[in-house]
């Protein structure tokens, strides 16, 4: 199956701060990635979804200022958790689709300090 | 709105066992249906879909998956269970293939020996 990429898989950052977390498609393009958000022992919540060559679309209740995306290219999405506190701390988890499939990264786990 | 239920946060099975892990779906069309695992810290993997046709839907691992619109339902079975099927595992519904899925809290399938 299709492959997809995510970097870092773990980062400990200072309150107030900012982080970026890349999601990418290896072997194919995507016009349209997801990115979603795992707080402990919870399900996996869709934040946004972010297209390619256009501003991102997000889920009701996210900040759009606090969760920067960026799809500048077919390949790559990255999201930037802006001035991050303690509860940002989250396993965050990009997904594209390819077909039919939808393909998820190996996640970031974000713990803000 | 697109809900997804999981009434079984835990599980635990010997193994060999048989094992069921049930899923409820709320959808206003049909729904496009997935099993997903998640090994800790990992991303998650496909077990199986349904878009269509046949109910009963094979997926990797051993793992199958029926369809019972009557019941709303998508219970995922295995015939014998292995202990490196520990793991959590989610279901999840979208309104296509891959696009803005909804999760189900997910269920932790905890293996005994």
């Known amino acids: 199956g299709a492959v997809v990429s995510q970097h870092p898989s773990r980062v400990i950052c200072k309150s107030g701060t900012s982080v970026k977390i890349e999601c990418r498609s290896l072997d194919f393009q995507a016009t349209t990635m997801f990115w979603y958000r795992q707080f402990p022992k919870q399900s996996l919540m869709l934040m946004a979804t972010s297209n390619e060559g256009s501003k991102a679309t997000y889920e009701q209740g996210v900040e759009k200022d606090k969760f920067l995306i960026n799809h500048a290219s077919l390949t790559l999405s990255t999201l930037t958790v802006t001035s991050a506190h303690p509860e940002d701390s989250s396993f965050y988890i990009c997904?594209?689709?390819?077909?039919?499939?939808?393909?998820f990264g190996q996640g970031t786990r974000l713990t803000v300090v | 709105a697109q809900s997804v239920t999981q009434p079984d946060i835990h599980i635990t099975v010997s193994e060999g066992a048989s094992l069921e892990l049930r899923c409820n779906y709320s959808?206003?069309?049909?729904?496009?249906l997935f099993w997903y695992v998640q090994s800790p810290g990992q991303g998650l993997q496909l077990l199986l879909k349904?878009?269509?046709?046949?109910?009963l839907v094979q997926g990797i691992k051993g793992f199958e998956a029926e369809f019972k619109r009557s019941q709303s339902s998508f219970n995922l079975r295995k015939p014998s269970v292995h202990w490196s099927d520990a793991a959590e595992y989610f279901c999840?519904?979208?309104?296509?293939?891959?696009?803005?899925?909804?999760f189900g809290t997910g269920t932790r399938l905890l293996v005994s020996p």
């Open positions: 349904y878009f269509s046709g046949d109910t």
């Open positions: 997904s594209a689709g390819q077909g039919t499939e939808a393909f």
């Open positions: 959808y206003g069309a049909t729904p496009y």
């Open positions: 999840a519904v979208g309104p296509t293939g891959f696009q803005k899925l909804v």
